[in-house]
T-cell receptor, first 113, second 110 residues
């Protein structure tokens, strides 16, 4: 399972776009990149998942360069409620390791008014 | 569709006791995983069950065990509780892609 590296913390202000980059140099060919969000004393919540190029949903965008050794989660116009810890994970959906998620330290995003 | 349900939400136990936590996955999900979250160690994988069989196991002592029933509901048991077992225990179910987490059980060992 590929190891991921993210910044420990980031600060932003309401209304700004936030980009969190994750490094995963040893990503395997069949691995996908998944981001989760966690609020204090709650379980992580799935945000977005992608394999290559760009994926967008109603809450975020995920940018993955051609070499796939990194990825960037983009949160448009953050609000105070986006203050949370964000985790980047890599793995192969549907494989026998799908249920074994290895979380790194995550990135603590603090959104200020 | 109902989410992942964990019971109880909060629990206080005495050192040396044992505890059983319960997790009801989303209907149709056959994979159930358990995680321990502490301020010092972060989110750590305990084990995963798939179709009543343990499919993956993390690096935890044998005091931590689990099982899964035919309806995919899962339980985890911790015997001989230690103070360091105080943590948020999270359960996640998966259909094979993303994982869906429950709210967790906050265990305090005194």
């Amino acid at each position: 399972l590929a190891k991921t590296t993210q910044p420990i913390s980031m600060d932003s202000y309401e209304g700004q776009e936030v980009n969190i980059t994750c490094s995963h140099n040893n990503i395997a060919t069949n691995d996908y990149i998944t981001w989760y969000q966690q609020f204090p004393s709650q379980g992580p919540r799935f945000i977005i998942q992608g394999y290559k190029t760009k994926v967008t949903n109603e809450v975020a965008s995920l940018f993955i360069p051609a070499d796939r050794k990194s990825s960037t989660l983009s949160l448009p116009r953050v609000s105070l409620s986006d203050t949370a810890v964000y985790y980047c994970l890599v793995g192969r959906p549907g494989s026998s390791n799908t249920g074994k998620l290895i979380f790194g330290q995550g990135t603590t995003l603090q959104v200020k008014p | 569709k109902a989410g992942v349900t964990q019971t109880p939400r909060y629990l206080i136990k005495t050192r040396g006791q044992q505890v059983t936590l319960s997790c009801s996955p989303i209907s149709g999900h056959r994979s159930v995983s358990w995680y321990q979250q502490t301020p010092g160690q972060g989110l750590q994988f305990l084990f995963e069950y798939f179709s009543e069989t343990q499919r993956n196991k993390g690096n935890f002592p044998g005091r931590f065990s689990g099982r899964q029933f035919s309806n995919s509901r899962s339980e985890m048991n911790v015997s001989t509780l230690e103070l360091g077992d105080s943590a948020l225990y999270l359960c996640a179910s998966s259909p094979g892609g993303q994982a869906f987490f429950g709210q967790g059980t906050r265990l305090t060992v005194v």
